[in-house]
């Protein structure tokens, strides 16, 4: 009996590091100002593992071994920014961003504003144009 309980007393220690948790998990939030960001795509460097963020600007990367890392996370019109992380075995970190827009700004003037003032100039043109052919008829 005793030989049975030493037997089982040391299966159970040598499938103790098997039970251990051996990675970390990261998981945040995707946002612009209160505005979640769906589809961000986030790249955890060095590890090729990808997520992307769900309607609510959630994601989540799991099974990440322990280690010093960058989390980039890109969006359509928006600055790609990265954060460093650091994953610990049996533990979540947790990284949110907060990514500027851009893309539909020219040199700080908005895409439609600068449509508008080419359209008025062009108008002007035109105008003057029309002006100058009927002075001289």
């Given at each position: ?35 979640p960001i769906a589809g ?47 994953i610990q075995s049996d ?47």
């Open positions: 009996m005793k030989q049975m309980i030493g037997c089982l007393f040391l299966a159970l220690v040598l499938q103790t590091p098997l039970w251990a948790a051996t990675t970390g998990k990261v998981m945040g939030m995707v946002t612009t100002g209160d505005s961000a795509v986030l790249t955890l460097k060095g590890t090729g593992q990808n997520a992307t963020s769900d309607a609510e600007g959630r994601y989540v990367f799991l099974a990440v071994p322990p280690g010093i890392y960058t989390l980039a996370a890109t969006a359509a019109n928006h600055k790609t920014t990265e954060q460093p992380v650091q533990f979540v970190s947790t990284v949110d961003f907060d990514l500027q827009k851009t893309g539909s700004r020219i040199h700080g003037i908005d895409f439609w504003t600068l449509a508008i003032i080419s359209i008025l100039i062009l108008l002007a043109l035109v105008s003057l144009r029309i002006i100058k052919s009927r002075k001289q008829t």
